[in-house]
């Protein structure tokens, strides 16, 4: 075991540790402290540590003890993955070099370039990296508030107990119940995300409940993949799905938490599960460091992932307003290995190279009926801008289909190995 | 590497070679080619059943990996699955270097160096085909280098830490310790195989949207610094 690792792990020593770490080290070892452990954390802290190879002291913070992907989250409410396959711990990345605090970070002085966490110990960065996921907008679902609505009307959309308390509920809906979606406005993480865990929802419902029915209330006229998802429900599930575009009134709602109850356009529907995707803005954190604009995400530097408020500071994956790119696991990491690689640069002068980033979502629609979207971007003055683009096919045969699916489990072995070693 | 590179160059020139009506080549010499070094474990012609490889009739326009009741290797079925068509130009490919095209292929077949000598066993195949005059004629060795891979770029020495660093953007995928859960391993390929293989992606040789964007968007130094990369890994 790596003797940092023995001084930093647990929380009652860490402040001590920290503290004394310069006298411990010598002065000269320049400090990356990173905020989340997630797709684009985790990734940064691991590709900083390894390609230092030592002379970069790297914290990462970050709340959990383990990680739990919600890529992938879809597939297990769809009975496709267990829960356990969705987790990942910090071991290996301890191992290669990197301390790995389990804490909230709760204060940024970036003037003083210190982080604060909840137990009170204090970190002192040169370089500070955010990537603190999302957080979901007070009233933006009226009648709905994550502090007191999630254990009735579960969100899911942080992967977690969340997630398995939404799946034992459509698991115990009644025969021919109705479980409705709110699907939230732009911009959110995943774009096809709610539309694959409808998919995921119908397919289960298919097999337990075939005459449940299931409505969308949707503010977005268009979405990921929107003819893909229409042609495979007409496919897979049809009569069962509802999609309520603004059009109906989609964008008009009110949850009733205690009534169970959904109000759409006026309509009141009583309901037996219902699935609230707030509307969102960068994880607390980032707006905590000053580092968020109005619109409650962390304008960039497309070269570099640079926050445009502090040059200390790096802004990563879903808390960043970047430009084109969507805010995906694939998209934080990929972000990841170019901040990973400016920072390096900055505090030991290693080579820099030009940013290159890129994305790919996969989303199951049923068994082996798999499709994709992807885009290459770069950096312009103004934004990371699309290069080129891909998208699945209507009316693929189910070969391809087949193919897209296996790609997607080879794809997330690749970016979970990736990210955590 | 510096054959299989002109040869992609001169593939890439049989689509632009506008209205050379000439013979793919000399059918009859391609016959006694497919005697010697394909008939071990292919048939072709009437009552042609598979074998150790599949039955090639009909070859031109035919989905790669799709011949009844053949168990192919799981590489050609992917390619197959990703929309891999016999056409002139791929099956060229193919035949010159059957791993290039398709890396996991069963087919144990070292390939055809000579483009003559492939010209004239398409011939001979398409002969076997349907509606062969429907399939383009166009003399494969009409254009003899592709300016864009030219000596100078093919000698190209490739920056390793450049390669490095493109190689991080490939790991969200491809595993960087060489498992194949889906999405194959792309560790321990031999320098020319590996730089052949992105050139094919890059020049849409090999079918598949996910790859042809990631090796579209590099040029030839980025690949030769990805190889240079890539050839150091153990
Ligand atoms: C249902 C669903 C399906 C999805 N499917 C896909 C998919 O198929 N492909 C894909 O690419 N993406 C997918 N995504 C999106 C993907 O999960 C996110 O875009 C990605 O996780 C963003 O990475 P991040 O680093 O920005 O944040 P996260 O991965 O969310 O990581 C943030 C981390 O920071 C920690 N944290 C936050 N604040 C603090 C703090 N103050 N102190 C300490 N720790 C803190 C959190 O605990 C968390 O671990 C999906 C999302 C959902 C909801």
Same mark, same amino acid.
Request: hydrophobic share 40%; proline share 6%; charged share 20%.
């Given at each position: 075991?790596?003797?940092?690792?023995?001084?930093?792990?647990?929380?009652?020593? @860490?402040?001590?540790?920290?503290?004394?770490?310069?006298?411990?080290?010598?002065?000269?070892?320049?400090?990356?402290?990173?905020?989340?452990?997630?797709?684009?954390?985790?990734?940064?802290?691991?590709?900083?540590?390894?390609?230092?190879?030592?002379?970069?002291? @790297?914290?990462?913070?970050?709340?959990?003890?383990?990680?739990?992907?919600?890529?992938?989250?879809?597939?297990?409410?769809?009975?496709?993955?267990?829960?356990?396959?969705?987790?990942?711990?910090?071991?290996?990345?301890?191992?290669?070099?990197?301390?790995?605090?389990?804490?909230?970070?709760?204060?940024?002085?970036?003037?003083?370039?210190?982080?604060?966490?909840?137990?009170?110990?204090?970190?002192?960065?040169?370089?500070?990296?955010?990537?603190?996921?999302?957080?979901?907008?007070?009233?933006?679902?009226?009648?709905?508030?994550?502090?007191?609505?999630?254990?009735?009307?579960?969100?899911?959309?942080?992967?977690?107990?969340?997630?398995?308390?939404?799946?034992?509920?459509?698991?115990?809906?009644?025969?021919?119940?109705? $479980?409705?979606?709110?699907?939230?406005?732009?911009?959110?993480?995943?774009?096809?995300?709610?539309?694959?865990?409808?998919?995921?929802?119908?397919?289960?419902?298919?097999?337990?409940?075939?005459?449940?029915?299931?409505?969308?209330?949707?503010?977005?006229? &268009?979405?990921? !993949?929107?003819?893909? $998802?229409?042609?495979?429900?007409?496919?897979?599930?049809?009569?069962?799905?509802?999609?309520?575009?603004?059009? $109906?009134?989609?964008?008009?709602?009110?949850?009733?938490?205690?009534?169970?109850?959904?109000?759409?356009?006026?309509?009141?529907?009583?309901?037996?599960?219902?699935?609230?995707?707030?509307?969102?803005?960068?994880?607390?954190?980032?707006?905590?460091?000053?580092?968020?604009?109005?619109?409650?995400?962390?304008? @960039?530097?497309?070269?570099?992932?640079?926050?445009?408020?502090?040059?200390?500071?790096?802004?990563?994956?879903?808390?960043?307003?970047?430009?084109?790119?969507?805010?995906?696991?694939?998209?934080? &990491?990929?972000?990841?290995?170019?901040?990973?690689?400016?920072?390096?640069?900055?505090?030991?002068?290693?080579?820099?190279?030009?940013? !290159?980033?890129?994305?790919?979502?996969?989303?199951?629609?049923?068994?082996?009926?798999?499709?994709? @979207?992807?885009?290459?971007?770069?950096?312009?003055?103004?934004?990371?801008?699309?290069?080129?683009?891909?998208?699945?096919?209507?009316?693929?045969?189910?070969?391809?289909?087949?193919?897209?699916?296996?790609?997607?489990?080879?794809?997330?072995?690749?970016?979970?190995?990736?990210?955590?070693? | 590497?510096?054959?299989?590179?002109?040869?992609?160059?001169?593939?890439?020139?049989?689509?632009?070679?506008?209205? %050379?009506? #000439?013979?793919?080549?000399?059918?009859?010499?391609?016959?006694?080619?497919?005697?010697?070094?394909?008939?071990?474990?292919?048939?072709?012609?009437?009552?042609? %059943?598979?074998? %150790?490889?599949?039955?090639?009739?009909?070859?031109?326009?035919?989905?790669?990996?799709?011949?009844?009741?053949?168990?192919? =290797? /799981?590489?050609?079925?992917?390619?197959?699955? +990703?929309?891999?068509?016999?056409?002139?130009?791929?099956?060229?490919?193919?035949?010159?270097?059957?791993?290039?095209?398709?890396?996991?292929?069963?087919?144990?077949?070292?390939?055809? /160096?000579?483009? #003559?000598?492939?010209?004239?066993?398409?011939?001979?195949?398409?002969?076997?085909?349907?509606?062969?005059?429907?399939?383009?004629?166009?003399?494969?060795?009409?254009?003899?280098?592709?300016?864009?891979?030219?000596?100078?770029?093919? *000698?190209?020495?490739?920056?390793?830490?450049?390669?490095?660093?493109? =190689?991080? #953007?490939?790991?969200?995928?491809?595993?960087?310790?060489?498992?194949?859960?889906?999405?194959?391993?792309?560790?321990?390929?031999?320098?020319?195989?590996?730089? %052949?293989?992105?050139?094919?992606?890059?020049?849409?040789?090999?079918?598949?949207?996910?790859?042809?964007?990631?090796?579209?968007?590099?040029? +030839?130094?980025?690949?030769?610094?990805? *190889?240079?990369?890539?050839?150091?890994?153990?």
């Amino acid at each position: 075991m790596k003797l940092n690792r023995r001084h930093f792990i647990g929380t009652g020593l @860490v402040a001590s540790a920290i503290l004394t770490a310069p006298t411990v080290w010598g002065q000269a070892k320049a400090k990356v402290v990173v905020i989340g452990g997630g797709a684009g954390g985790a990734t940064a802290a691991r590709y900083i540590a390894k390609d230092s190879e030592g002379a970069v002291e @790297v914290t990462l913070v970050e709340a959990n003890p383990v990680y739990t992907t919600c890529f992938f989250s879809n597939l297990y409410l769809g009975g496709f993955r267990d829960f356990e396959s969705l987790q990942h711990g910090y071991e290996t990345l301890a191992g290669g070099g990197v301390t790995v605090i389990n804490d909230m970070a709760t204060a940024v002085d970036r003037a003083a370039k210190t982080v604060t966490l909840a137990s009170g110990a204090v970190l002192p960065y040169d370089r500070l990296v955010l990537s603190p996921g999302i957080d979901f907008k007070d009233g933006s679902v009226p009648g709905w508030s994550a502090d007191a609505h999630a254990e009735i009307m579960p969100h899911a959309y942080k992967a977690g107990p969340q997630t398995q308390l939404l799946k034992a509920q459509i698991e115990a809906m009644p025969e021919g119940g109705v $479980f409705a979606m709110i699907a939230p406005p732009n911009p959110y993480r995943c774009p096809p995300g709610p539309y694959e865990r409808i998919s995921m929802v119908a397919h289960v419902l298919k097999e337990r409940n075939p005459t449940a029915k299931i409505i969308v209330a949707d503010p977005k006229e &268009n979405f990921s !993949k929107k003819a893909l $998802f229409e042609e495979g429900w007409a496919k897979h599930y049809a009569g069962m799905i509802d999609w309520i575009g603004p059009d $109906f009134g989609g964008g008009n709602v009110e949850v009733r938490p205690d009534t169970m109850e959904v109000v759409i356009d006026g309509e009141v529907t009583k309901v037996d599960c219902c699935n609230v995707i707030p509307g969102q803005m960068a994880g607390k954190i980032a707006a905590l460091a000053g580092v968020t604009d109005e619109a409650g995400w962390a304008p @960039v530097d497309p070269a570099s992932m640079k926050s445009k408020m502090d040059e200390n500071v790096w802004v990563l994956g879903d808390s960043s307003a970047q430009g084109d790119m969507p805010k995906s696991g694939f998209s934080a &990491n990929s972000q990841a290995k170019v901040a990973a690689m400016a920072i390096r640069g900055e505090l030991t002068g290693s080579r820099t190279f030009p940013a !290159k980033y890129s994305n790919t979502c996969w989303s199951l629609i049923a068994p082996e009926d798999g499709v994709k @979207v992807g885009a290459s971007y770069e950096p312009t003055p103004e934004k990371i801008a699309s290069v080129e683009s891909f998208v699945s096919a209507t009316g693929e045969d189910a070969a391809l289909r087949k193919a897209t699916y296996e790609e997607s489990l080879g794809w997330y072995a690749g970016i979970t190995a990736d990210m955590f070693g | 590497m510096r054959i299989a590179l002109t040869s992609l160059g001169l593939l890439l020139a049989i689509g632009t070679v506008p209205g %050379v009506a #000439e013979e793919i080549g000399d059918a009859e010499r391609g016959a006694t080619l497919f005697a010697r070094q394909c008939a071990a474990c292919h048939q072709i012609g009437d009552g042609a %059943v598979n074998r %150790v490889g599949p039955q090639l009739n009909r070859l031109f326009g035919r989905r790669a990996g799709n011949a009844e009741g053949f168990t192919y =290797s /799981k590489s050609m079925a992917r390619m197959g699955a +990703d929309g891999l068509t016999w056409t002139l130009q791929t099956l060229d490919a193919y035949i010159e270097n059957p791993k290039a095209l398709v890396s996991g292929t069963r087919m144990n077949y070292r390939g055809m /160096k000579d483009p #003559e000598d492939r010209a004239a066993l398409m011939a001979f195949l398409r002969d076997w085909s349907d509606k062969p005059r429907d399939i383009p004629e166009a003399e494969p060795t009409a254009r003899k280098t592709n300016p864009d891979l030219s000596p100078e770029i093919l *000698a190209m020495e490739g920056d390793r830490d450049y390669g490095e660093y493109l =190689s991080s #953007e490939c790991r969200t995928c491809h595993q960087a310790d060489g498992s194949d859960q889906g999405i194959p391993s792309i560790t321990n390929w031999p320098a020319e195989d590996f730089v %052949v293989a992105m050139h094919a992606y890059k020049q849409k040789l090999r079918p598949h949207p996910v790859m042809q964007m990631m090796a579209g968007r590099l040029n +030839d130094e980025e690949i030769a610094a990805l *190889a240079a990369y890539f050839a150091t890994l153990d």
